[in-house]
C-alpha cells in the first residue's frame, strides 16, 4: 500500500507488454537496487519469456485449428458436442447421492400430497353429495327422509317416485363424472 501512496509503479499491474514497457518500468525504492549488468539480464529474460509466450499462444492456436479441423471431418458439431457434455452432465448428477437422496424426498412427499388431495377431495365430494342431497330435500319440504314415519305410504307417490328418479338420475351422472375424472375429484 506504502507503493501506491508514493506514486510508484507496480510491475503486476502494467498493462502493456513488449520492449517499449520493459524500457519504461520505473524502478521502486522498495526493491532493491540493482546494478546495470542485472537489470540487463533480466530486461533480456523478459524479452525472451514474452517471446516464448507468444510463440506457446500461436502453437496453441494451430493445435485448436487441428482439433476444429479433426472434429469437422469426423462430423462432430459443437451442438453435438454441446448435447454429449450435457448428458454426460446430466447422468453425473442423476447418479449423484445427494440426487438420488432429494429425489426419493420429493417422491415421498409426491405421495403424501397425492394422498391428502385425494383425501380431501374426497372429502369434499362427499359434503357436496350431502348438501345437494340436503337441498333437494329442503325444496320438497321433507326435513328427513330418513325419519319419516310414513315412508312405505310415500313411495307410491308420484312426487316421491319422481323425486326418487331425479336423485337417481344425478347420482348416476356424479358416479360417471367420478369415474371419468383420474383423481377423484368432482369438478
Not at 19 to 44: G, I, K, N, Y
Amino acid at each position: 500500500m506504502e507503493q501506491a501512496d508514493q506514486g510508484a509503479v507496480r510491475p503486476d499491474s502494467i498493462t502493456e507488454v513488449g520492449e517499449d514497457a520493459v524500457m519504461s518500468v520505473a524502478v521502486s525504492p522498495s526493491v532493491p537496487t540493482l546494478t546495470e549488468e542485472e537489470q540487463e539480464e533480466l530486461r533480456e529474460e523478459l524479452l525472451r519469456v514474452e517471446d516464448e509466450v507468444v510463440t506457446l499462444s500461436q502453437v496453441l492456436a494451430a493445435k485448436e485449428k487441428q482439433v476444429a479441423d479433426i472434429k469437422r471431418k469426423l462430423g462432430i458439431t459443437p451442438l453435438n458436442e454441446l448435447k454429449q457434455n450435457i448428458s454426460k452432465s446430466w447422468q453425473e448428477v442423476t447418479t449423484s447421492t445427494a440426487y438420488k437422496k432429494t429425489s426419493e424426498g420429493f417422491s415421498v412427499a409426491g405421495q403424501k400430497a397425492t394422498a391428502a388431495f385425494t383425501s380431501m377431495g374426497s372429502a369434499i365430494s362427499r359434503k357436496f353429495e350431502d348438501v345437494r342431497l340436503q337441498s333437494i330435500s329442503n325444496s320438497f319440504g321433507i326435513r328427513s327422509l330418513q325419519h319419516s314415519a310414513s315412508m312405505p305410504v310415500m313411495r307410491n307417490t308420484p312426487t316421491f317416485k319422481s323425486f326418487e328418479e331425479k336423485v337417481e338420475t344425478l347420482k348416476v351422472k356424479d358416479e360417471k363424472r367420478s369415474q371419468d375424472e383420474p383423481d377423484g375429484i368432482s369438478g
